[in-house]
Structures are given as C-alpha cells and as structure tokens.
C-alpha cells in the first residue's frame, strides 16, 4: 500500500523501512545558493514560521555548485509504505564504457602506488562511471518511488530539482548510507565502505560476506572513512564512539562494511544540513586527503557528478534532521534516467572487479526501474563482462 501522502507530486519525499516524510500543499524553493550561504539561507526559511516546517534538500557533491532546497511549512509524516507496481520498456546507455571507466582507475592507482609511503600521497580515490537509462514512456515517479522503497535497509527518496528546460527534473534513490542523523544533541554517522556482490544462491552469498569480512583491502578501504569522521567530529563532540571493527551490513544487491559512530555535540543548535556539509565529501565517496582527491576526481571521471555522491535529507525547526549519502541514485528528466555509480580504490584495487562492483551497484536503481529477473541480471552480466 501507497503512503496516503496527500498528493501525487510532492517537492521531495523520503520513505525509510518504518516512516515517511513529505511536502505537504505549500512547499516553496529555498533561494538558491552554495554550502557558504546554507545557514542563513536556513535561517531565514525558519524566521516566523510554524513549529511544524521542515527544510529539505539536496547538496552536489561540490559544495561550491549550488544546491537545491525546499520548505515545507505543513509537511506530511506517517507510517510504512509498501507495495510495488511493475514498469517496462528500457533501453540502456552505458555513457562510461568499460575500457574508459578502468583505464581511469588503473590511472588512479598509478597515482596511489607513486605516492605510497609519502606524507601527502594519494591513498584512496572513488572513482564513479555513469549509465543512461531510457524508457518508452514518461516516467512514472510514484511507481519508481515505491519500488524504491522496496529495500528495507535504505532510504528511498524523491526531490525535485532546478528545471534546465527539458521539463521538470527529479533526483531519486534509496541510500542505504547515513551521514548524518541529528536529534537534540545527539548525532549518529553510518559510514559505509568496503562492497562485495550478494548471490541469489545462498552458500555464494555466505561466501561473500565471509570473504568481504576477511578482506584487508576492504578493511582498509573502510578504516579511511571511519578515521576522516571521527577526526572531523572529534571538535564538534563531547562525546564520540564507536565499534573497534566494522560490521557487515547488506542492502538488497551489496554487502557492505560499515561502522555506527554515535556522539553528543557540543552546539546541540547546529542544524543538520551544516553538519552534514562539515562532514561531507567523506572518503567513501571522495578520497584520502579528501583536497587531492576531490581535485583528481573531475580530471579522471568522464562527466561531472552534479548532485551524485553529495548528501539529500531534511532539516526541522530545531536543527533535528536526517542526512543521506546521495548513492544508488539518479537524476530523472522525462523519459531519461542517468545513473551514476562508483567504487573506493587503494593499493591493491583490480580495475576489473571495481567495474564489476559499479554494475552491481546500478542493479538497486536498475531494479527499481522494473528491471528484474534474468533481463537484470543478464544486463548487469553484459555490463560485467564488456570490454
Ligand atoms: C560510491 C558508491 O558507494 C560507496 C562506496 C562503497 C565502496 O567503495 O565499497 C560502498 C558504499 C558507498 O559508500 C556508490 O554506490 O556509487
């Protein structure tokens, strides 16, 4: 069953397993702006309004593009979804072919075997490759949007997004990563990092998360971005914690490492959305040292990201709010999808099999499309083993 959200189109919409959230009748664009302009500009939403309102919104994975917010003064809230109506007709576009997308990342570890064992050397970089996926109709969001929400271990969302006249756009996805959880004065990061491909076969599957949960690379991979996190929120914190290791986690498609940091503030003020653009680019989407990294992504990748690997989430009067990695995600326009999709390289990445980890990672987006069964899988196998 469909969420009684009230209407068909809202601004934005976030369903978690458990509750949903979205614009009710009155939403209204935030002025545009960049992270340097977010505070006020949040500000200034809240000033004079209803207890009720809750600011939402996407930021790009460069902070100094501008993002895109609405306000809500009478937003929806309620209790679980479901359900999910079938979609067809596709055609796909791999944008990054396979030979581009690893000779990027054998580029990439040139750069981090050059810089090994110096102090400011490279150590990982996420490199990310595109897909264009096209439908034979318009696409239908609330359909998408329910299929979205199909995976209980990620939050499915739906923002409208600056038009660039071909119609309206949207941005969609379920994130199964949270960067930034605040309530009160308490904040919870869940980074994830470190991928293995799950198997309909259980023993396959068993074996993968087993392998995954001995990998050193992975484990390397992950310790990066727990370390970058609590470095950045040591000063923020009076508090901070965190596992010694990693668990495993899963989404539908994934296995994941991923480690819960849990930490009281030290301003229980500070909104959300400016925690979250403090935390953000992390290296699970970005790289160690995060400037170096950030600098090479645009010169190693085939496309820009827009507002792939930023953060979406919401933002309430009293700053309290919920902030997701913008991954398995993508920017609907009409009847065209474009999907993006990355994986973390270090000393010791295959080229070939972080190409395999991206088709894994478009099977979420891909999936919830309509594509399913032997056409998904036979599409995600091409995209493995095209050269
Ligand atoms: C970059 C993506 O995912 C990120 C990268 C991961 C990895 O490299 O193992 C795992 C989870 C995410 O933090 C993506 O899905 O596009």
């Not at 490279?122 to 490759?129: E, T």
């Not at 999808?337 to 973390?344: E, F, T, V």
């Not at 295959?350 to 999936?367: G, H, V, Y």
Request: proline share 7%; glycine share 10%; hydrophobic share 40%.
């Amino acid at each position: 069953m469909r969420p009684d959200t009230g209407r068909n189109d809202p601004a934005f919409e976030f369903r978690g397993s458990a509750a949903w959230i979205c614009a009710g009748e009155s939403a209204t664009a935030v002025p545009r702006g960049t992270s340097a302009t977010l505070g006020a500009r949040l500000a200034r939403a809240f000033d004079g309004a209803p207890e009720s309102t809750i600011v939402a919104g996407a930021l790009p994975f460069d902070l100094t593009e501008e993002d895109s917010f609405w306000v809500s003064t009478s937003p929806r809230i309620g209790g679980l979804a479901g359900a999910a109506p079938s979609m067809a007709g596709w055609t796909i576009r791999e944008m990054t072919p396979a030979a581009v997308y690893e000779a990027g990342v054998a580029r990439a570890l040139e750069i981090i075997a050059a810089g090994a064992g110096q102090p400011d050397g490279l150590q990982k970089l996420v490199l990310a490759r595109r897909l264009e996926a096209m439908s034979d109709r318009e696409i239908d969001r609330a359909a998408l949007m329910d299929r979205l929400t199909a995976d209980p271990a990620a939050t499915a969302f739906m923002l409208r997004l600056p038009e660039r006249g071909q119609g309206p756009r949207y941005l969609a996805g379920a994130s199964p990563e949270l960067l930034m959880e605040k309530r009160g004065d308490r904040i919870i990061s869940h980074p994830l990092a470190g991928s293995s491909a799950r198997s309909a076969d259980p023993h396959a599957d068993a074996a993968a998360r087993a392998s995954l949960a001995a990998s050193s690379k992975d484990r390397h991979e992950h310790r990066h971005v727990v370390e970058f996190l609590l470095d950045t929120l040591a000063p923020l914190c009076h508090e901070l914690r965190c596992p010694d290791g990693p668990e495993i986690t899963s989404t539908r498609a994934l296995w994941h490492l991923g480690t819960r940091i849990e930490g009281r503030l030290r301003d229980p003020e500070e909104p959300s959305a400016l925690l979250a653009t403090r935390v953000h680019p992390t290296p699970a989407v970005c790289g160690v040292p995060q400037a170096r990294a950030a600098a090479l992504i645009p010169e190693l990748e085939d496309g820009p990201r827009g507002f792939y690997a930023g953060t979406v989430g919401w933002n309430d009067r009293r700053g309290d709010g919920s902030w997701y990695v913008t991954i398995r995600s993508a920017e609907i326009e009409g009847r065209v999808a474009r999907l993006h999709a990355g994986a973390g390289l270090v000393l010791g990445s295959d080229p070939e099999t972080e190409r395999r980890e991206t088709a894994t990672k478009f099977r979420t987006f891909l999936s919830a499309l309509g594509l399913e069964g032997a056409e998904l899988d036979t599409l995600v196998e091409t995209m493995e083993a095209s050269r």
